[in-house]
């Protein structure tokens, strides 16, 4: 029955489905996953590099965590290329509203005004929609500290701990039962490094298959961190997480 509706984004199915629109999101299911978990005193951003070949160069800058701007990071799943052009369109969309404000952006009509921009990809004949999910942490006046999670449909949702891309949905159940409302960033960071280690496919953790990045407030101002792999390592062992990998080496 799809075969008949899924050709273009623009048609939907007698049963209410945009089939292109889905299968955007199934190719976010083969990618590295990523997870989000918002804790009282700052987000925390896990993501899973996928490593396709032992021949190929390790990249020294950040693959999956992304700073927008000042006060707002982002961890993509999906594709790459389609994540790098709507990284840039919030980048500038962030700029301009401090040009024209004086002030951050707001993390939410970030969020919305980028996800404006996927929703139209996925109305107009001859389009593609950008095949990549986000997990964008921040920081601002209003609300405080802030996760949102969004799709290639252009919905998206405000959470409290969430997973894209491969396996999400065993990890999505695993936060849920081990989530708490008062966890503090270090708990997080633990909680997101466990149910990495339990829900990827690869049999150990190592610093060269995570990232890890954190938003929180120091000295009275916003601060976006990525682990480095030295401190990545000691935080694997300190959390007993990587135990096959130290029995290898």
């Known amino acids: 029955m799809s075969r008949?509706?899924?050709s273009r984004t623009t048609i939907f199915s007698p049963e209410g489905r945009?089939?292109?629109?889905?299968?955007?999101?199934?190719?976010?299911?083969?990618?590295g996953s990523a997870i989000?978990?918002?804790?009282?005193?700052?987000?925390?951003?896990?993501?899973?590099?996928?490593?396709?070949?032992?021949?190929?160069?390790?990249?020294?800058?950040?693959?999956?965590?992304?700073?927008?701007d000042d006060h707002v990071a982002c961890?993509?799943?999906?594709?790459?290329?389609?994540?790098?052009?709507?990284?840039?369109?919030?980048?500038?969309?962030?700029?301009?509203?401090?040009?024209?404000?004086q002030e951050p952006m707001p993390v939410e009509q970030l969020v919305q005004s980028l996800c404006d921009t996927k929703q139209g990809y996925t109305q107009f004949g001859g389009l593609r929609p950008f095949g990549v999910s986000f997990l964008f942490a921040g920081w601002d006046k209003n609300y405080g500290f802030q996760l949102y999670m969004s799709?290639?449909?252009?919905?998206?949702?405000?959470?409290?701990a969430a997973a894209v891309g491969a396996n999400n949905q065993a990890a999505q159940s695993m936060l849920k039962q081990d989530y708490k409302d008062d966890i503090t960033r270090e708990e997080a960071v633990q909680l997101a490094l466990k149910v990495l280690s339990k829900t990827?496919?690869?049999?150990?953790?190592?610093?060269?298959?995570?990232?890890?990045a954190e938003v929180f407030i120091s000295s009275g101002k916003v601060k976006y961190q990525v682990c480095s792999p030295e401190a990545l390592s000691k935080l694997l062992?300190?959390?007993?997480?990587?135990?096959?990998?130290a029995e290898t080496s």
């Open 200 to 212: 990827m496919d690869s049999t150990s953790l190592t610093s060269e298959k995570l990232e890890l």
């Open 4 to 6: 008949r509706y899924d």
């Open 151 to 160: 799709d290639p449909s252009g919905n998206y949702g405000g959470w409290k």
């Open 75 to 101: 961890a993509v799943a999906g594709i790459m290329s389609d994540a790098n052009i709507l990284i840039n369109t919030a980048r500038v969309q962030a700029q301009r509203y401090t040009f024209s404000y």
């Open 18 to 31: 945009l089939y292109q629109v889905e299968y955007a999101m199934e190719a976010i299911g083969n990618a």
């Open 237 to 245: 062992v300190k959390y007993g997480v990587t135990q096959p990998a």
């Open 36 to 68: 989000g978990i918002l804790s009282k005193d700052g987000v925390v951003l896990v993501g899973e590099k996928k490593v396709t070949s032992k021949l190929l160069q390790t990249s020294t800058s950040t693959e999956k965590m992304y700073k927008i």
